[in-house]
């Protein structure tokens, strides 16, 4: 990486080394957007218009900060005008109680409501420090990201640029245009307001386990298998069952093996393949759709603790099959 000197020295009339500059930061102002929006998607174009931005006016950076506060002073300014309207992205659990596996599903709310699902390899650094990759996970887990969506952006900015990327208040101060007084206060209420979301102290297991591993493994065997008992044995007596753009969500082991051979049986005979999202294992899943053709139906989250799942989170998009790079379809 030049220094800031050398950069704001550096002729405009480069641009393919600025674009390849730019292009360094892409991944974690992906991670950045994608927990202040909420969305894969929007996370996506938020971090190209701030690239299209930063490329357009390269020219009047004369390195007084880092190119990298510089990037996410944008990126801040694009997320917060993304965010003029009152919808707040959430989770099936967040509108509320849970349904029995009887409840119809009711009528489909666009994407625009929810909690998004975004792949590990578009916000995550492919190596890195353990500890520091096991503390990106957790700040990008639905939970958490659907905690944040319950605070002001403004608020949401200052607790990610602070307590996630470790920001000093003087920086987020001059990010935000405003004193290191009002980010301490903001700071408080935000805490004050995630505390009362009352977000579990959970202990995932480590993806690199590899009692984790057969308890996938086990998990895509009984479900390809399409045997019912075999799958539920795996859950947690208090699992959750999601299945965005449905508000409906299911609790508990009863209920969920009741889903699959009631109103979930048109899944037997599906197939699924491995991925990763917000720090969990994922699936992209794919219904039969003519003997030996398969296609894309949803892009799952597993959720483990202790050696069980937690948690199941189904998300009926198919355009996620593509934002994951999972193949349009599967032949035998």
């Known amino acids: 990486m030049l220094d800031n000197a050398e950069v704001a020295c550096r002729p405009v009339s480069g641009t393919p ?152 208040a003087s920086e987020v101060a001059e990010l935000l245009d405003t004193s290191v007084a009002s980010v301490n206060s903001a700071l408080q209420r935000a805490r004050a307001t995630l505390a009362e979301r ?37 859950l947690s007596e208090d699992a959750k069952f999601t299945m965005p753009p449905f508000e409906l969500w299911l609790e508990g082991i009863e209920d969920i093996g009741k889903w699959y051979v009631g109103q979930g049986r048109g899944c037997q005979g599906a197939r699924l393949v491995a991925t990763r999202a917000n720090g969990v294992p994922a699936f992209g899943l794919y219904k039969v759709a003519e003997p030996g053709v398969w296609l894309p139906f949803n892009v799952h989250l597993v959720d483990t603790e202790d050696g069980r799942i937690v948690g199941l989170h189904h998300f009926l998009f198919p355009e996620l099959f593509a934002a994951f790079d999972l193949p349009p379809r599967l032949e035998a």
Request: proline share 7%.
């Open 17 to 168: 080394v600025i674009e390849e500059e730019l292009e360094l930061h892409r991944r974690e102002l992906t991670a950045y957007c994608y927990r202040m929006l909420g969305s894969g998607f929007e996370a996506e174009d938020a971090v190209q218009e701030t690239l299209v931005r930063a490329w357009k006016n390269f020219d009047s950076f004369e390195g007084r900060s880092a190119l990298r506060s510089w990037l996410y002073r944008i990126a801040t300014n694009v997320c917060l005008d993304m965010h003029r309207g009152p919808q707040r992205r959430a989770r099936p659990m967040d509108l509320g109680p849970s349904s029995s596996a009887e409840t119809p599903l009711g009528p489909m709310v666009g994407e625009h409501a929810w909690v998004t699902p975004i792949a590990d390899a578009r916000v995550l650094p492919a190596d890195g420090d353990p500890a520091e990759l096991a503390a990106a996970r957790e700040s990008i887990r639905l939970a958490f990201v659907a905690a944040l969506q319950h605070l002001p952006p403004k608020q949401r900015a200052v607790l990610i640029l602070r307590e996630v990327l470790r920001w000093q």
């Open 198 to 234: 009352d977000l579990e102290a959970s202990a995932p297991d480590s993806p690199d386990d590899p009692e984790h591993q057969a308890l996938l493994a086990r998990y895509v065997e009984a479900f390809e298998r399409y045997d019912i008992s075999a799958l539920v044995s795996l």
